[in-house]
């Protein structure tokens, strides 16, 4: 009987330790699966902010609008909105060498004068950049 009292305590024992065991190896994976999920949070919300900076580094400035015609030029092949005094872009992704043209042409109503001054200001939709305004600068 001892015999197997002892034995029925030692497979207790052991049946203990390897839940104590799987209980720790699942509580670790868990902190670990939720300590790389919010890494990749981050490093996905780094990503965002690095993208948006090349519009956000204009917000509020003040540029010559032969500047104005380089920062939208830069926008090509980017999903943004661009509205000038005379013309609105609806998505730079799009081939908006037309659109440049007209800003170019001193003719067109579009016309963005390289000598005068304009104001950017932008807006935002979630979080993202969604437009860039530019305005004659008052």
């Known amino acids: 009987m ?3 009292s002892s034995s029925l305590i030692v ?5 203990v330790i390897a839940l104590l065991f799987g209980g720790f190896a699942f509580y670790t994976y868990r902190t670990s699966r939720n300590t790389g999920n919010a890494a990749v949070n981050e490093i ?4 965002v902010q690095l993208e948006e900076q090349k519009f956000t580094q204009y917000e509020g400035a003040t540029v010559t609008g032969s500047q104005v015609i380089s920062i ?4 090509q092949g980017e999903a943004i909105k661009v509205v000038t005094p005379g013309l609105t872009i609806d998505d730079c992704s ?17 016309y963005i004068n390289p000598r005068k001054r304009y104001d950017i200001s932008l807006e935002y939709e979630d979080g993202i950049v969604s ?4 305005e004659l600068h008052s």
């Open 94 to 110: 799009e081939d908006i060498n037309d659109s440049l043209d007209k800003l170019r042409d001193s003719s067109d109503s579009a």
């Open 2 to 4: 001892e015999g197997g």
């Open 131 to 134: 437009v860039v305004n530019i």
């Open 44 to 47: 996905g919300e780094l990503g």
């Open 72 to 75: 939208i030029t830069s926008f």
């Open 11 to 15: 497979t207790v024992i052991v049946v």
